[in-house]
């Protein structure tokens, strides 16, 4: 069973910085893409950034310039560098696995169970 994993969440003030990270554990070979998506309250779920084994990365435009998505792909996980921070970042924070290579199969896509980030004006 895959499992993945987010930490890092928490409150800071407007410009601070927050670091994610997210752990993919399990019987995985290789993960073709990860990265981070977030659900702000009364919103729909929204991609912040993914980043593929290659080193292919894609950004939202709301972020690009202030987010940066890094993995380490030997140990299967992902950070997101979250500086310049503003209000409208506020949101649970999920991290994806896209594309889990284990013995049983290639799957789409596991989900962690998020991690809250809050950001004061």
């Known amino acids: 069973q895959v499992q993945v994993v987010e930490s890092g969440g928490g409150l800071v003030q407007a410009g601070g910085s927050l670091r994610l990270s997210c752990a993919a554990s399990g019987s995985i070979f290789s993960i073709y893409t990860m990265g981070w998506y977030r659900q702000a309250p009364t919103k729909q779920r929204e991609l912040v950034a993914t980043?593929?084994?290659?080193?292919?990365?894609n950004y939202a435009d709301s972020v690009k310039g202030r987010f940066t998505i890094s993995r380490d792909n030997a140990k299967n996980m992902v950070y997101l560098q979250m500086n310049s921070l503003k209000p409208e970042d506020t949101a649970v924070y999920y991290c994806?696995?896209?594309?889990?290579?284990?013995?049983?199969?290639?799957?789409?896509?596991?989900w962690g169970q998020g991690t809250q980030v809050t950001v004061s004006s």
């Open positions: 980043l593929t084994g290659g080193g292919s990365t």
């Open positions: 994806n696995a896209h594309g889990v290579v284990t013995a049983w199969g290639t799957w789409s896509d596991y």
